[in-house]
């Protein structure tokens, strides 16, 4: 069954909320819990089952930039168990920051069974028997608001990044249990990118 990937969340200091955008105020659920902060890539949400390929909409049709990622899944699908959905982020193509140095175009961010989001290290092991690398890990601890108000990246390079929970959780508490921060400027809608000439992100050597 085709599940749209849910909506993060931003911080309340994220400098990138537009006004479409939703806001979690309440971090009681992160508090004194190990949290995971990931980067948050420039990319396109993919979402992988053993039957289906498709992009954040669950229409979404054939694109060049797929094709490469698309092509990732052709050679593992027949590994993913049932109920399991593999999400990640396409990074073929470049959008508004440009990576020279990526480990793979794909790389996951999350893995579900039915609406159960694996824990961290659950995900990281689904992801390593399917040959697949997860997006980088910026801190691995004990949830500080303090710690997290000050969390600093290099917004010349990255894009923002993602807080969730290193346990597993429900669907119906995604919003609770993963949040993100996007760097202040950072517009940029899928019918520009999708409309222009692909550039490729660069693998790293």
């Known amino acids: 069954m085709k599940i749209k990937y849910p909506r993060t969340h931003h911080l ?3 400098e990138g909320k537009t006004s479409d955008d939703k806001t979690q105020f309440d971090l009681s659920n992160f508090v004194g819990k190990e949290i995971i902060i990931t980067e948050k890539m420039d990319g396109e949400n993919t979402t992988m089952m053993n039957d ?16 490469f990622v698309k092509g990732i899944w052709g050679r593992i699908k027949h590994e993913i168990p049932n109920e399991i959905r593999v999400c990640g982020e396409n990074l073929y193509a470049q959008h508004s920051l440009r990576y020279e140095n990526l480990p793979d ?3 996951v961010f999350s893995i ?9 290290d659950d995900t990281v092991g689904y992801a ?3 040959g697949l690398k997860t997006v980088n890990v910026l801190y691995r601890g004990k949830c500080d608001l303090k ?12 894009e923002g990044f993602v ?8 669907l119906n508490d995604f919003k609770q249990s993963v949040v993100k921060w996007v760097r202040k400027g950072h517009v940029q809608t899928d019918e520009h990118w999708m409309n222009s000439k ?3 992100n660069r693998l790293k050597k």
């Open 128 to 130: 390593d028997m399917l």
């Open 198 to 200: 692909i550039k490729p």
């Open 52 to 67: 289906c390929y498709y992009a954040r909409s669950l229409d979404s049709n054939n694109h060049q930039s797929r094709n």
């Open 163 to 170: 807080v969730r929970v290193s346990e597993a959780f429900y």
């Open 147 to 158: 710690f997290l108000r000050e969390f600093k990246i290099d917004t010349s390079t990255q």
């Open 12 to 14: 309340e200091w994220s």
């Open 105 to 107: 175009y794909f790389l």
């Open 112 to 120: 579900w069974d039915g609406v159960t989001c694996l824990s961290w």
